[in-house]
C-alpha cells in the first residue's frame, strides 16, 4: 500500500525458525517526540475550553448515541530528531497552536468537536461524514498548516461503522491509522484499513503479547482477508503457540493467494518438520527456495534437513549458501563440519568447526566434534582432550558430550576416567553400554 506515492516499510524477519514479514515499531518511536509541559500550557493558554483525555471522550460519545455514521481524525505535529533546539521547539509550539486553530475554524458547527486524547494528539469527530471524506479534510488541514508555519502533521483517520467496532473504539482505531501514517514520513495521512491492524499486531507481538496480536491479525483479516503478510503473520503466532494445524491453515491460504509467497512455503516446511513429517517439510523448503531470493532460513533448513536423511553432500550445498549470507553464525558452521565429517572430509570438517568457535566460544558442540574428530585422527591429542573437557563443561547434561570424552579417554588408556564418563553419557540417556561392559570386562580379567 502507498500514500501519497511512499511504500511502506518491511522487513523480514525470523523468530524460532518461522519467517515473517515485520513493520518496524522502532520507526514510530522515532516519529514521536514525547509534548512537554511546556508545549501543553502554551496550548491551554490559547484554548482554555478545549477538552482532553477521558472527559472528551464521555463528553463526545454522549453526543454520538444518536450518531449512526461518524469519523474521527488523529493528529500529531510532526517531530524533529531528538537533539532539537530551543529555536526548533519554539517552531513545533508554534505549530501546535496553528494547527489547534485551524481544527477550531475546521469543525465550526456544534456537531463536529475537537480536543487532546494526550499531549500532543489531537482529535477531531465529524458526524455524517465517512472515512473518504474525512481523508480530504485531513489533507486540506495540512494544507493550511503547512502555508502558515513550516511544521507539518500527521494524520489517521478512522470511520464508523466499521465490521464489530463499537464507537468507543474508532478513536483508538484513528490511532492506530496515525502509527500507519507515521510509517510513510511526516506530511502523511492514512485511513484505518487492515494495514492499520497488522501494524498494531505487529508491535503487541514486539512486545510478546502473541495473544493480543492474533486478535488484531484476526481483524485484520475481517478487513481484507486476501492479505497475504497477515495471514503469514498469523500462522507464524499459531505456530509459537504450538497450534501447528491452524498455522498451517493460514501459510496455505497465503500461499494460494500468492503462489511466489516463499515464506508461506518456508514457513509450511517448517511445520511439516516440526511435525516430524520431515520428507514434505524438504518438499516445500526446495519449492521456497526456488520462489525467493537467497534467504538464510531456507538455505539453513534445507541443507540441515538433508543432513538428518543422510544426505550430507546436499546438505553442503545449502549450508555453504548459509554460510556466505550470514558468515558469522557459528551454527551454521558447525553443521557444515557435521557435513564434511559425515561425508568423509576431516581437513574442511575441522576448519569449518574451527570457525564455529570462533564465532562462539561457549559452542560446545563443535568443540566436542573437533576434539572428537582430532582422536579419530589420533592427532593432537591434549588439545583434543581440552576441548571435550571444554564442552562437558559447557554442557554437562549433554551425554554424548561426555560419551566422546570417555572415547578419548579410552584410546589414550586413561580407563578409569573413561568408564566414569561412559557411566554419566548412560545416565544422561546416550547408550554406553557396550563401551562400559568392554572396560568392565578388562578390568574383572586383569584381576
Known amino acids: 500500500?502507498?500514500?501519497?506515492?511512499?511504500?511502506?516499510?518491511?522487513?523480514?524477519?525470523?523468530?524460532?525458525?518461522?519467517?515473517?514479514?515485520?513493520?518496524?515499531?522502532?520507526?514510530?518511536?522515532?516519529?514521536?517526540?514525547?509534548?512537554?509541559?511546556?508545549?501543553?500550557k502554551a496550548l491551554q493558554s490559547g484554548f482554555p475550553e478545549?477538552?482532553?483525555?477521558?472527559?472528551?471522550?464521555?463528553?463526545?460519545?454522549?453526543?454520538?448515541?444518536?450518531v449512526t455514521c461518524f469519523s474521527a481524525l488523529a493528529a500529531r505535529i510532526d517531530s524533529e530528531a531528538q537533539h532539537e533546539k530551543d529555536p526548533a521547539e519554539a517552531a513545533m509550539m508554534e505549530g501546535?497552536?496553528?494547527?489547534?486553530?485551524?481544527?477550531?475554524?475546521?469543525?465550526?458547527?456544534?456537531?463536529?468537536?475537537?480536543?487532546?486524547?494526550?499531549?500532543?494528539?489531537?482529535?477531531a469527530i465529524f458526524p455524517d461524514k465517512n472515512d473518504s471524506q474525512c481523508l480530504k479534510l485531513a489533507h486540506g488541514i495540512q494544507k493550511k498548516l503547512a502555508a502558515k508555519t513550516r511544521r507539518t502533521a500527521t494524520m489517521?483517520?478512522?470511520?464508523?461503522?466499521?465490521?464489530?467496532?463499537?464507537?468507543?473504539?474508532?478513536?483508538?482505531?484513528?490511532?492506530?491509522?496515525?502509527?500507519?501514517?507515521?510509517?510513510?514520513?511526516?506530511?502523511?495521512?492514512?485511513v484505518f484499513d487492515a494495514v492499520s491492524l497488522n501494524i498494531s499486531g505487529d508491535k503487541l507481538y514486539e512486545k510478546g503479547n502473541i495473544a493480543g496480536a492474533i486478535a488484531e491479525f484476526k481483524m485484520a483479516l475481517a478487513l481484507d482477508d486476501a492479505n497475504v503478510n497477515v495471514h503469514n503473520?498469523?500462522?507464524?503466532?499459531?505456530?509459537?503457540?504450538?497450534?501447528?494445524?491452524?498455522?498451517?491453515?493460514?501459510?496455505?491460504?497465503?500461499?494460494?493467494i500468492d503462489g511466489d509467497e516463499y515464506m508461506a512455503l518456508y514457513n509450511q516446511g517448517l511445520v511439516n518438520k516440526l511435525t516430524d513429517r520431515r520428507r514434505q517439510a524438504l518438499e516445500f523448503f526446495l519449492k521456497a527456495g526456488k520462489r525467493g531470493a537467497a534467504v538464510f532460513e531456507i538455505a539453513f533448513q534445507t541443507g540441515k534437513l538433508y543432513l538428518e536423511l543422510e544426505n550430507p553432500e546436499k546438505a553442503a550445498t545449502f549450508l555453504e549458501q548459509a554460510a556466505e549470507l550470514e558468515p558469522r553464525s557459528s551454527?551454521?558452521?558447525?553443521?557444515?563440519?557435521?557435513?564434511?565429517?559425515?561425508?568423509?572430509?576431516?581437513?574442511?570438517?575441522?576448519?569449518?568447526?574451527?570457525?564455529?568457535?570462533?564465532?562462539?566460544?561457549?559452542?560446545?558442540a563443535s568443540?566436542?566434534?573437533?576434539?572428537h574428530l582430532f582422536d579419530s585422527r589420533r592427532e593432537n591429542p591434549e588439545i583434543a582432550l581440552m576441548f571435550c573437557h571444554e564442552s562437558v563443561a559447557l554442557e554437562p547434561e549433554n551425554g554424548l558430550l561426555h560419551y566422546r570424552l570417555g572415547r578419548l579417554y579410552e584410546h589414550q588408556n586413561q580407563m578409569a576416567q573413561a568408564l566414569k564418563e561412559f557411566k554419566k553419557a548412560e545416565r544422561l540417556g546416550h547408550d554406553a553400554s557396550e563401551?562400559?561392559?568392554?572396560?568392565?570386562g578388562r578390568q574383572k580379567a586383569a584381576k
Open 435 to 440: 563401551s562400559i561392559s568392554k572396560i568392565e
Open 156 to 190: 489517521g483517520v478512522a470511520g464508523y461503522p466499521s465490521i464489530t467496532y463499537q464507537k468507543k473504539q474508532i478513536f483508538e482505531n484513528a490511532r492506530k491509522a496515525l502509527d500507519h501514517a507515521a510509517f510513510f514520513g511526516p506530511d502523511s495521512a492514512a
Open 96 to 123: 501546535q497552536r496553528e494547527l489547534a486553530a485551524i481544527l477550531a475554524m475546521v469543525c465550526d458547527t456544534e456537531k463536529d468537536q475537537w480536543g487532546m486524547l494526550e499531549p500532543g494528539l489531537f482529535v
Open 331 to 364: 551454527t551454521v558452521f558447525r553443521y557444515l563440519g557435521d557435513c564434511y565429517e559425515a561425508g568423509g572430509r576431516p581437513e574442511p570438517a575441522i576448519a569449518a568447526y574451527t570457525k564455529a568457535i570462533r564465532q562462539n566460544p561457549q559452542d560446545a
Open 233 to 256: 503473520s498469523l500462522g507464524v503466532c499459531y505456530g509459537l503457540q504450538g497450534k501447528y494445524e491452524q498455522a498451517m491453515e493460514e501459510f496455505k491460504t497465503a500461499a494460494s
Open 50 to 66: 478545549v477538552p482532553s483525555g477521558s472527559r472528551f471522550i464521555e463528553q463526545i460519545l454522549q453526543q454520538l448515541n444518536v
Open 367 to 371: 568443540m566436542s566434534a573437533l576434539g
Open 1 to 40: 500500500m502507498t500514500v501519497k506515492g511512499k511504500k511502506l516499510f518491511r522487513r523480514q524477519e525470523s523468530i524460532r525458525h518461522f519467517l515473517f514479514s515485520s513493520t518496524d515499531p522502532g520507526r514510530l518511536e522515532k516519529a514521536k517526540r514525547p509534548i512537554s509541559n511546556v508545549f501543553d
